[in-house]
C-alpha cells in the first residue's frame, strides 16, 4: 500500500500546474472545429465552438449517445440554428430588408466568430490505473476550470459573436445524479453587444427588430439501428417526430409528482426510429434478425423546452413560446448565403422559414407521426426528403435594444428501453420470427397477451414514448427547483486495478464524502469479457475500505471494473425532484477502459505449454471466453519469448512478441493482415528471448534461443 499511497499524492501536483496554465489563458478567437466532450453520465455528447453541432465526422455520426455504456448507440445526426431580424444596417453600412445567421462550420468567420468554448468541471476526476496504464489522463485536456461552488458535475460555456451584432452564450449543464444522467440543459442568451467579430469592439449600435430564432434537430435513433433497418437510418431518413405540450399554456406551473411523474403537458417533441419502405418485414425497434434478435433501435430522443423569456424585460417564462413545436424536411431548407447583398433574396426565404413557414410547405406545428403514420409507416414518404425529418422549434419575435438579451432554456435527453430488456424482447421475437408455428402468447408491457410477435415488439418499443417524457419531467422539476436536485457521494479520487497471478487486485483512496452525514460504503461492479457490457456488482463495503481482492476471477477471461461510492438516501427523502432512496456516484468516473486479468507465473518447463482451447470450435465460442469469442490462449509459456504462428504449410501469419513476465498470451485468432483465420491446422513456435532463472533457487529454467512449438486446430 506505501507505493499505492504515494503514487496518489504526487499525481495532482503536476495536474494541477496544468490548470493553472490553462485557467490563465483567456481566450479571444476559438477555432469553430474545437470541441468540449461531457462524459459523465448515461448520456454522452460534444459541443462545438460554432454553436451548434454536426455529428458527422467523416466515418459516422456522432454524439448523443445513449446509453453510453455500449458501443454504436449514438444518436445524433445534425442540428440546424438559424436567428434573424429585419430592417437592419451592417458594419459596412449595408441596409437587408431582413438578415439571418445559420449557425454551421461553413460561416465561421464570416457571419460566425466562437470567442469561447471552455468546460468546468465540479471536482477533479479520479484517476484510474489498470496495470500502470492511467486511462483517464487523455481526458483532461477537456476540462479547462474547476469550480466547487457550481451546482451541475459539467458545465460547458460557448460565446459566439455574429456580424449581426448578436452575441449568442449557451451554457450546457450536465449532472450525473442517476435519476438526472440522461439529458443536458441548454441556457441560451441572445444579447445585442454590437461585436460583429472577433474582438470585443463595438461595430455596431442599433435596435435589433423582430428576432426570430429556429432549431432544428435531427436524430437516428439509434446508430447500430442502421445494421437492422437499412443504411439510410444512420442519417435519420425513417425517424419519425411527435410533439407534446399543446395545452402548456393552461398547465404551466403545475407540479409534477412522483405520484403523477409523466405528464404531457411540457412543451417538447422527440423522434423514433419508424419503418423504412424497403424492408418487407416489421422493423420497429430495429430487431437484429441476422443476430441475437435484440432490438438496436429503442432509443427516443429530443428535447423539452423549461423557459422562454417574455420580452427583455420581463425575464418571465412566456408560456406560448416557442410559438412551433413540430417538424420540418430534414434537407430542404433555404441558406443563409454569402452575407453579401447577393445573398438578400435567399435572406427572404430564411427569415419566412424563422417566422415559422416551413420551406416548400414541407413541414407543420403539429404531431407529424399522428397524422400520418396510418398512410404513410415510413415518415421519409410523407415529404420525399431523403435527409429525413428534424424536430423544429421556433421563437420570438423578440425586439431588443442595444445592450438588451433574451434567454431561453431547453434541455436535450433520450430515454427507452433497457439494453436488458432489448436483449429480452428482441431474442423472444426472433424465436417466433424464425418459427412460423410460435404465435405465443407474447405478454405486452401492460400485462396483457397478444399473439402477434410485431406488435409485442413493437409495444415494447413504444414504451420508450413515456420514459423520454418520464426523462423530461425530471428535468422540470430540476429545473423548478433552481437545480437543486440532491447529490450522489463524490466518488474515491483514485481507484488502481492490478492484475495478479491469484487474484485480480482493486485498491482506492476514500471519497471525500466518507465525512458527511449518511455516507454507506462503496459498491464495485465487474463486466466479463467486454467493456461495452452488463455489469454485475460482486462487492458492498463499508466507510473506510479502501481494498478489495476479486478471487472469482478465471484465468484467460478480461475484467472490467468499476467502483461506486453510495449513502442511504438520508438527502433524498423528499421526492420533489426525483424518486426517493441511495444515491450512488457515477459509473463513468471511474470505469476501467483496459482489462485486468489473472496473470499466471511464467512455465517452468517448454514441456508444460498448452494452447486453450484446442480444437477451437466456432460452434462452442461462447462457452470458452465469454464475450471473447475467437480467442485462443498460449499457457505455461516462458515469461520473455516470442510466438509465431504458421499455417500447416509454413506461411507465417502472426508474431506475438510476448515481454510482460507471465505464462499467459493472447491471440484473437487474427492474422498480422487483419484477416480472421479460416479452419485448419496451425503451428506456434516459440522461441524464449532471455536466460531465465527460477526465483526462489536460481536455477536457469530457459536459455535464450530455446524452442518449443504446438499444434493447435481450428474448426470455423
Not at 271 to 294: F, K, L, Y
Amino acid at each position: 500500500m506505501t507505493n499505492f499511497k504515494k503514487k496518489f499524492s504526487t499525481y495532482p501536483v503536476y495536474v494541477l500546474a496544468l490548470l493553472v496554465l490553462i485557467s490563465g489563458y483567456v481566450y479571444s478567437q476559438v477555432e469553430g472545429t474545437r470541441t468540449r466532450y461531457i462524459r459523465i453520465g448515461s448520456l454522452h455528447n460534444h459541443y462545438t465552438a460554432y454553436g451548434s453541432e454536426r455529428a458527422w465526422n467523416n466515418q459516422y455520426y456522432e454524439g448523443v449517445i445513449w446509453p453510453a455504456d455500449y458501443l454504436l448507440t449514438d444518436n445524433a445526426v445534425i442540428e440546424r440554428f438559424w436567428y434573424g431580424v429585419r430592417d437592419f444596417v451592417d458594419a459596412d453600412n449595408r441596409r437587408w430588408d431582413v438578415y439571418a445567421v445559420h449557425s454551421t462550420a461553413d460561416y465561421v468567420g464570416n457571419s460566425l466568430f466562437p470567442v469561447q468554448l471552455s468546460q468546468t468541471a465540479k471536482f477533479e476526476p479520479p484517476t484510474v490505473i489498470v496495470d500502470g496504464i492511467d486511462v483517464t489522463a487523455h481526458h483532461l485536456q477537456q476540462i479547462d476550470d474547476y469550480n466547487p461552488d457550481q451546482i451541475p458535475d459539467r458545465i460547458v460555456t460557448n460565446v459566439v459573436n455574429s456580424s449581426m451584432g448578436l452575441t449568442m452564450t449557451r451554457r450546457i449543464l450536465a449532472f450525473s445524479q442517476q435519476h438526472h444522467d440522461n439529458y443536458h440543459i441548454r441556457e441560451y442568451t441572445f444579447e445585442n453587444t454590437g461585436k460583429t467579430g472577433y474582438s470585443d469592439d463595438v461595430k455596431i449600435q442599433q435596435t435589433l427588430k423582430d428576432l426570430y430564432i429556429t432549431l432544428q434537430v435531427r436524430y437516428s435513433v439509434s446508430r447500430e439501428g442502421e445494421f437492422s433497418i437499412g443504411g439510410t437510418q444512420r442519417w435519420g431518413m425513417h425517424s419519425w417526430v411527435t410533439r407534446r405540450g399543446e395545452n402548456y399554456p393552461a398547465q404551466a406551473g403545475n407540479p409534477i409528482t412522483e405520484e403523477n411523474p409523466i405528464v404531457d403537458w411540457l412543451r417538447a417533441g422527440f423522434q423514433w426510429t419508424g419503418q423504412n419502405v424497403a424492408n418487407a418485414w416489421d422493423n420497429i425497434g430495429g430487431p437484429h434478425r441476422s443476430g441475437d434478435g435484440r432490438l438496436l433501435a429503442v432509443q427516443h430522443a429530443g428535447m423539452v423546452v423549461l423557459h422562454v423569456d417574455n420580452n427583455p424585460v420581463e425575464k418571465v417564462d412566456d408560456p406560448h413560446q416557442p410559438f412551433i413545436i413540430g417538424w420540418h424536411a430534414g434537407g430542404t431548407f433555404p441558406s443563409a448565403g454569402d452575407m453579401t447583398p447577393a445573398a438578400m433574396p435567399q435572406m427572404a426565404h430564411v427569415y419566412s422559414m424563422l417566422q415559422g413557414n416551413p420551406h416548400h410547405g414541407l413541414g407543420g406545428n403539429y404531431r407529424m407521426d399522428e397524422a400520418y403514420l396510418e398512410s404513410n409507416p415510413d415518415p421519409h414518404t410523407v415529404h420525399g426528403d431523403r435527409g429525413g425529418s428534424n424536430l423544429w422549434l421556433a421563437f420570438g419575435p423578440f425586439t431588443l435594444e442595444f445592450g438588451e438579451s433574451v434567454t431561453f432554456i431547453v434541455a436535450e435527453g433520450v430515454n427507452g428501453l433497457s439494453r436488458q430488456k432489448a436483449e429480452e424482447i428482441g431474442r423472444r421475437w426472433k424465436r417466433a420470427n424464425d418459427d412460423p408455428s410460435d404465435t405465443g402468447p407474447f405478454t405486452l408491457p401492460d400485462g396483457s397477451t397478444t399473439n402477434d410477435k410485431d406488435d409485442f415488439k413493437n409495444e415494447w418499443t413504444y414504451t420508450g414514448k413515456d420514459s423520454i417524457m418520464l426523462t423530461f419531467g425530471r428535468v422540470y422539476r430540476n429545473f423548478q427547483s433552481g437545480y437543486n436536485i440532491p447529490a450522489p457521494p463524490l466518488p474515491p479520487p483514485y481507484f488502481e486495478v492490478t492484475s495478479g497471478g491469484d487474484r485480480i487486485m482493486l485498491e482506492w483512496v476514500e471519497s471525500p464524502s466518507e465525512r458527511e452525514p449518511g455516507f454507506a460504503g462503496y459498491r464495485i461492479y465487474r463486466a466479463v469479457g467486454k467493456l461495452d457490457t452488463t455489469y454485475q456488482k460482486i462487492a458492498e463495503l463499508g466507510p473506510g475500505a479502501t481494498s478489495f481482492d476479486d478471487t472469482d476471477a478465471r484465468r484467460g477471461v478480461s475484467y472490467y471494473y468499476y467502483i461506486t461510492a453510495f449513502n442511504d438516501g438520508s438527502n433524498n427523502a423528499s421526492g420533489e425532484t426525483n424518486p426517493t432512496g441511495e444515491l450512488e456516484s457515477n459509473r463513468f468516473y471511474t470505469r476501467t477502459t483496459e482489462p485486468a486479468f489473472l496473470k499466471r507465473a511464467p512455465g517452468s518447463s517448454l514441456e508444460a505449454i498448452r494452447v486453450v482451447p484446442n480444437p477451437y470450435n466456432i460452434r462452442a465460442r461462447h462457452l470458452q471466453y465469454p464475450a471473447e469469442p475467437d480467442k485462443i490462449m498460449f499457457l505455461n509459456i516462458p515469461g520473455q519469448c516470442i510466438i509465431r504462428i504458421y499455417t500447416e504449410r509454413g506461411d507465417l501469419i502472426e508474431t506475438i512478441e510476448h515481454t510482460d513476465g507471465s505464462g499467459d498470451a493472447t491471440w484473437q485468432s487474427i492474422t498480422s493482415s487483419r484477416q480472421v483465420v479460416v479452419s485448419g491446422i496451425y503451428i506456434a513456435h516459440f522461441t524464449v528471448t532471455e536466460d531465465q532463472y527460477d526465483p526462489d533457487t536460481g536455477d536457469l529454467l530457459f536459455r535464450a534461443g530455446d524452442t518449443a512449438f504446438r499444434k493447435f486446430v481450428v474448426i470455423r
